[in-house]
C-alpha cells in the first residue's frame, strides 16, 4: 500500500513541471483586430474588421509547438464602414449571419518558421464550411504587465481564402470584364491576450 502511495506522489510530481510550462491566455477584445481585404470591381481593395471576437490560447513555453489556438468570431460584427455593404455582407449572399453567427478557428498543427516566427494550421469553420487554412504568425511577444497588473502578450497573424471555397460565391459579371468582388481575402489578426 505505502508503494503504490509513493509510485502515485512520483509520478505527480514528476508530471508538475509539465504543467507548470503551459498557460492559458484570453484574447482581448478590447485590444484585438480581426480585419479583411478583398478586391473590389478590379481596381481597388476594400478592407472591413468583425469587432467582436472571443477566444483562447495555451502556450506552452517550454515546446511551442504545443500550443493551442481557439478563436471564435462574430460574423454579424463585420464593419467595412459603410452601412449598405454591411448589411449586404450580412445576409444569405455572403455571411448570411443569421445561419451562420460565426466563424472559428481551431489549431491542429504548430511550427517554428524562422525567430519568433509560427506558422499555425487549423481548421477554419465559416458559413458552415470547414476547410484547413495556415496562419503565419509573428510573436508571441514578451510579457508585459499593464497598469493595472495584468500580464499581457501579443501576437500578429497573417493568411488568404478563397471564399468560394467557404461556399461564399456571390458576383457579378463587369462590362469591362472581370468581376465585381475578388475571390482571394487576406485575414489580418491583431491579437493582445492576458494571462488567465
Do not use: C, Q
Not at 490560447?57 to 504545443?66: L, P
Not at 489549431?107 to 494550421?121: A, C, E, N, Q, Y
Amino acid at each position: 500500500m505505502k508503494k503504490s502511495i509513493v509510485s502515485m506522489i512520483t509520478i505527480i510530481a514528476l508530471a508538475l513541471p509539465l504543467f507548470a510550462f503551459a498557460s492559458t491566455w484570453t484574447i482581448d477584445p478590447d485590444h484585438s483586430n480581426v480585419g479583411f481585404k478583398v478586391r473590389h470591381l478590379m481596381v481597388s481593395n476594400v478592407k472591413g474588421t468583425f469587432d467582436k471576437e472571443s477566444g483562447t490560447v495555451e502556450i506552452n513555453d517550454k515546446d511551442i509547438t504545443k500550443s493551442k489556438v481557439e478563436v471564435t468570431i462574430d460574423t454579424n460584427s463585420v464593419n467595412t464602414n459603410v452601412s449598405k455593404r454591411d448589411e449586404h455582407l450580412r445576409s444569405a449572399d455572403f455571411f448570411d449571419v443569421a445561419k451562420y453567427p460565426t466563424m472559428t478557428f481551431i489549431s491542429r498543427k504548430v511550427v517554428t518558421d524562422g525567430k519568433d516566427r509560427l506558422k499555425v494550421t487549423g481548421d477554419l469553420t465559416l458559413h458552415g464550411v470547414t476547410k484547413e487554412v495556415v496562419l503565419n504568425v509573428e510573436g508571441p511577444s514578451k510579457e508585459s504587465k499593464d497598469p493595472w497588473g495584468a500580464i499581457r502578450k501579443g501576437v500578429t497573424a497573417t493568411t488568404k481564402i478563397n471564399r468560394k471555397d467557404f461556399g461564399l460565391v456571390w458576383n457579378k459579371a463587369l462590362e469591362t470584364g472581370g468581376v465585381a468582388v475578388g475571390e482571394e481575402i487576406t485575414i489580418t489578426l491583431e491579437i493582445e491576450m492576458i494571462k488567465k
